[in-house]
């Protein structure tokens, strides 16, 4: 070996040597959570979305969760000044009542995919004069709220729409502040006893959801009973 190049040599190997090493990123920051349910929400992501006719299935006596809303929202135990998040706010149903029972000092965020399901609810936070009321886009596997950001989480017939559940309960998890509730109502999906309708659209039952919010980190409160709800369950969960 031509003995001028030896110490080149030892210099570039000692550097090898010595390089800092990069470590490889967790599986969890590699890997994004697959949909469970492509398509669930393709309904709701046509930006010609009718919803007028939204407001006439959401907010007719013949739906269970409006006839019993008043109700339901009173499980919710809002507090005056407190900052809620109604994801897969749809028609708006429980956003404008809850910005009435948070106050002009507190703060309601109307949470969807749907611009125009945002626009009605902007619209008639604007006609009542509910400055509190703020629309948020959010994603599919996201409800996009800063963290620490809200007292309670509030998710009304939208677990099972939920396409990214994992991902889209951290991100609940995250902007709720310790201690902070999350309150689900979903249909209980019991095979011979529901409608085929929910057989085939609910992807999950009640068990399953509890089970999947408490593996999300939040710790199971209770079960409210409400007569007028056959169909659907009330869970109350807590982030500790």
């Known amino acids: 070996m031509n003995l001028r190049v030896l110490p080149l040599l030892l210099i570039l190997l000692a550097g090898a040597c010595c390089a800092p090493q990069t470590a490889a990123p967790p599986a969890s920051a ?4 697959a949909s469970i349910n492509p398509g669930v929400n393709e309904t709701f992501l046509d930006p010609k979305l009718d919803v ?11 739906r269970e969760i409006f006839a019993e809303r008043a109700r339901i929202l009173e499980a919710l135990e809002i507090e005056p000044g407190e900052r809620v998040a109604d994801v897969g706010a749809g028609t708006g149903l429980f956003t404008i009542p809850m910005a009435q029972a948070t106050g002009a000092e507190g703060k309601v965020y109307a949470v969807d995919i ?7 609810i902007q619209q008639r936070a604007d006609a009542q004069r509910l400055a509190q009321v703020e629309t948020v886009l ?9 963290s620490n950001s809200i007292d309670l989480a509030f ?19 995250r902007a709720l502040t310790p201690g ?8 209980k999906r019991i095979p011979g ?12 039952g009640q068990q399953t959801t509890r089970d999947e919010v408490e593996a999300a980190g939040f710790e199971f409160e209770d079960e409210v009973a409400i007569d007028g709800l056959k169909e ?5 969960f807590r982030k500790p």
């Open 232 to 236: 659907n369950y009330l869970l109350r």
């Open 30 to 33: 590699t890997t994004a959570e």
């Open 155 to 173: 998710i009304c017939d939208t677990y099972h729409h939920f396409e990214y559940p994992r991902s889209t309960l951290t991100s609940i998890f």
């Open 52 to 62: 007028e006719a939204f407001n006439e299935r959401f907010e007719g006596e013949a």
């Open 193 to 204: 006893e529901s409608r085929e309708w929910v057989l085939d659209h609910v992807r999950a």
């Open 138 to 146: 959010c994603r599919e596997d996201s409800v996009t709220l800063p």
């Open 114 to 120: 749907a611009p125009p399901f945002l626009e009605q």
């Open 180 to 187: 902070g509730r999350l309150v689900i109502v979903d249909f």
